[in-house]
């Protein structure tokens, strides 16, 4: 079964060069490209693929505002955002926003195809610096009803101080005794709760008295 | 009946004894006997009931007489309204008018002096008199009462008195011949009038009648109402002037006490202050009729004559010294030639006097030099600041610069170079396959160069934080790549630093030199990187367990702590200096090394390190 792959990027050459990339390579489907955010928004929600690649840096909307539209309509869907540099505040936007992982763009193409594959398959890249500002995020006062699903666990907090001490995957599986793939697991689930949080965050912004009785309408 | 003895006299026989002309104008006893008459036909002598008439000519007309005198050498002068004066000698008869210089052709009174002197009194041409041969006119314009005199009388003292349309005046005799032969240009005119129990002012329009003195000396006048009598005796010329006397001062409203400090002197306090004097003549004989005159030295250039007023006033007078002169005349005229003087003086505001302006001045000059001073000086700050700042600026275009170059540059000519070569050895397989890994390499060099530079270059990023995550990334990269795990002691909270982009950019390339030593030198297989922040500095320490600093790479003996050089740790050190930190290796072989990065705090809270260099 081969990997479904769309790709959101407005640099034609760029573009062109990811799409021979994926179409020749061996379990990879190349199903769609888009050039700005309006058109893939329209589209994608009706035939979801496995992975998007998303430039974050894209003219017109960005491609963090792409993937919090998107991720909500296709959960099932991985959205991995690629970079030309790397820019930590923007990958931990994208992070919140849905993404499930980041590609520098200079990457060859071996470590690209891996990377997606990864991810694809239930891997979570987590740099150091993303597990310290993901602490952080949680550690921030969470509004009182989402508290409870969007709290970290026990292992989840010591994977996330392991990785912030530089430790790899691998020796955090060994530290803990367990597979890489339960690590992974944990961060993905670390990211779910990042996304859930990051979600009703945005709703405690934009109405922030849902309670609040409405003024009667005036008579017509 | 007699007949005429010769000249121009005709016996003109009327046939009816003492015949006259009606209506007689004027008559005078004759001295040859008999009157002579006067009217409107002419000038007849009357005697023994016959008359004799003066035959007019062509050169002479005598009509409507209202005077006639007779000389004691039998010279006849006829006054005549409208034909001037008529002169009768030895038998010829001369008339005189306005153009032989009379002040009219209507005449109305005469009066012979004892001098010889002929005095004729005129209709609206004033008061004439004939001497020699010659005219005078007195009028208005030297300070004659009326133009129209009709009776003359004179006193026997040395006065004329005449009856006018506006009272009787006395002028004189003195003065009047004085003006008449041009010594003087007015004469003192006394004038009676109702405030002197006349009844009316204006005298009988009609003739003279002479010989109108009483034996006590009363002369009498023949007025419109009646007639008047007056004694001349009592109406002596007053001669004594009336003294003059500064009696109030008031400023502005206020009466004066203390203000004439000395006799005659009065300071005025500063200020647009009205001035007013009071001042008065003492006469006794006429009180109401002293006049005055006064001047103000230096604002007045001559008197000012204001008659019976008794106050001046000066509504504002400028700082300074004056004199306020005034004096005095009596009823006749007769000026106090001293009168009384008032010295002001006028205070000035302080702000008016020379002093104070000139302290004024030079306060302004001052001002202006200290503003003018400053705007300089502040100018020439402002410009050094600018010039810092440029130069601040220049540095860190100029540190990009050579950023460039060097990072990029090399990388670049490396890509071209090994393309050329790539492209010249496509036959060879694996060299052309060597080529290209290496262009590869040399590419993603640059991008992480570039990637470093605009980080630096960033304002973006002068944050603790991004310093950190940027270092943390870096050593992630450099250890993973090497097979070397990396162990990470940064504290969780940063504080709110603003390292400025050469802060920023010194610190990380040699905390990147460190790792690349670890990386390369050390054989290390755990490197850890740790975070100190203290209340003075921000130390980043890298450390390895790897073989530890070489003694032959070493410029001295191995002690912990001492700077060691070689392998880039010169470099580092200087870019530490350049920030004001320090640069330390603590290494002893077999144990590793740990080089400690320093940086005083202040280099963290301060974006004004542009000049630091």
Known sequence: ?220 | MRTSISGPFTRRRTGRRGWVPAPVLTMIPARRGGFWIGGRQGVARYHDGDTEWLEPKATARLLDVKAILEQDDGTLWVSCDGEGLGQVRNGRIRQYLRKDGLGSDFTKSLLLDQDGALWIGTRGGGLNRFKQGRFSVIGMANGLADDTVSQIEDDGVGNLWMSTRRGIIRVSKEELNACADGRRDQVRCLTYGLDDGLNTLTCSSSQQFPGCRTPDGHLVFSMDRGVAEIDPKLARLNSLPPPVEIQNVRIADKLVTDGITAPGALTVGPGPNRLEIEYTGLSFASPDRVRFKHRLEPIDPDWIEVGTDRRAVYNYLPPGRYVFHVTAANNDNVWNPTGAQLDIEVRPYFWQTLWFRLLALASLLAVTGGVVWIQARYKLLRSLEALKLERAVDAERSRIAHDMHDDLGAHLTRIAMLSETARSDLDDRPKTEDSLGRIYEATRSITRAMDEIVWAINPRHDTIESLISYCEKTAQDLLGAAGIACRLDFPLELPDWTPTSEVRHNLFLAYKEALNNAVRHAGATVVSVSLQLTADVCRITIADNGSGIDRDEARGPTDPGRIASGNGLPSMQRRLARIGGACEIESSPGRGCAVRLTVPVEAFQSRNVHGRN
Not at chain 1, 104 to 124: D, F, M, N, T
Not at chain 1, 140 to 161: D, M, V
């Open chain 1, 1 to 220: 079964v081969s990997i479904s792959v769309s790709i959101i990027e407005d640099d034609n050459n760029v573009r062109s060069i990811l799409v021979s990339w994926i179409r020749g390579a061996e379990g990879f489907r190349f199903v769609s490209e888009y050039s700005n955010v309006e058109s893939a928004l329209s589209a994608l929600p009706k035939a979801p693929p496995d992975v998007v690649l998303v430039d974050i840096n894209l003219s017109g909307q960005s491609g963090i505002t792409c993937v919090r539209e998107l991720k909500p309509l296709m959960p099932q869907t991985q959205f991995i955002v690629v970079t030309v540099f790397e820019d930590s505040d923007h990958i931990f936007d994208a992070l919140t926003a849905g993404a499930s992982g980041y590609l520098l763009k200079q990457v060859p193409r071996s470590e690209l195809l891996a990377s997606i594959r990864q991810v694809h398959e239930g891997g979570a890249p987590m740099s150091s610096y993303i597990a310290r500002k993901v602490v952080q995020w949680f550690q921030r006062k969470p509004p009182e009803k989402e508290r409870e699903q969007a709290e970290l666990s026990t292992r989840e907090q010591e994977i996330l101080r392991l990785l912030a001490r530089g430790h790899a995957y691998k020796e955090i599986a060994d530290e803990l005794g367990v597979s890489i793939g339960t690590i992974n697991t944990h961060i993905r689930r670390i990211y779910q709760k990042l996304h859930v949080k990051s979600r009703s965050e945005a709703v405690a912004l934009f109405a922030p008295f849902p309670s609040e009785p409405r003024p009667p309408a005036p008579k017509a």
